[in-house]
Each structure stands twice: as C-alpha cells, then as structure tokens.
C-alpha cells in the first residue's frame, strides 16, 4: 500500500520559508514521479511541482517559478519542497501525491492521475 506522509506546514510571514517534506513508503521510489498539489479555500487545486526520482526532471507551476525548489533524497524515499518568498497567495493546504511513471501525465495537469496522495499539510502565509 502506498503511504505519503507530510509535514513542515505552519504559518510563516510574507516574504519567509518554509521547507515540506513528504515520506513516501510502499512503492519502488525510482518507479514514480512524486510532487505537490495544493489547494486553497474556495478553490481549484492547482499543480505545484513534482519531480521524477528516476531522471531527476522537475515541473513547477508558474505561480511559484524561481521561488520554490522541489528535491528528493532517494536514500530516504523523501521528496522536499523548499518554498522562499512566500506570499499570501500561497496560502492552501498542499499535498503530497505520487503516481507511477509510466502513468504520468505532463505540465500543469500532472496531478490528474494519482495512484496516491496524502492528508495534506496547511500553509498559512500571513501579510
């Protein structure tokens, strides 16, 4: 059974960081492209970032361009999303997700099709 398990949410000021964290277990880590999703109050989920642990390619949405960074540690089956400059609008639950390479879809809708994803982590970014 896959698990993803998040932490690192909180409440940050503007301008500050914050650092996620999503554990997986379950799966053959190099198997899979494991990344963020999240989703705001009254919104759409929105695609953040993933990353291919196999190849190491990454997709980040515009919104968070040159502001957050998506890594993964595959000693540890952990991936990391490394958010600076955080802005109010960043403010939404985000989740950790996994789906399997050979299933994944490309760009912004790469969270379409899951085989997994988390409870999800709150961000709260005040101004």
């Known amino acids: 059974e896959v698990q993803l398990v998040e932490s690192g949410g909180g409440l940050v000021q503007a301008g500050g960081s914050l650092r996620l964290s999503c554990a997986a277990s379950g799966i053959t880590f190099d198997d899979y492209t494991i990344g963020w999703f999240r989703q705001a109050p009254g919104k759409e989920r929105v695609g953040v970032s993933c990353i291919s642990s196999s190849d190491g390619s990454t997709f980040y949405g515009d919104s968070v361009k040159g502001r957050f960074t998506i890594s993964s540690d595959n000693a540890k089956n952990t991936v990391y999303l490394q958010m600076n400059s955080l802005k109010p609008e960043d403010t939404a639950v985000y989740y950790c997700?996994?789906?399997?390479?050979?299933?994944?879809?490309?760009?912004?809708?790469?969270?379409?099709?899951?085989?997994?994803w988390g409870q999800g982590t709150l961000v709260t970014v005040s101004s």
């Open positions: 997700a996994a789906v399997e390479n050979s299933r994944r879809l490309y760009g912004s809708v790469w969270f379409y099709a899951l085989d997994a």
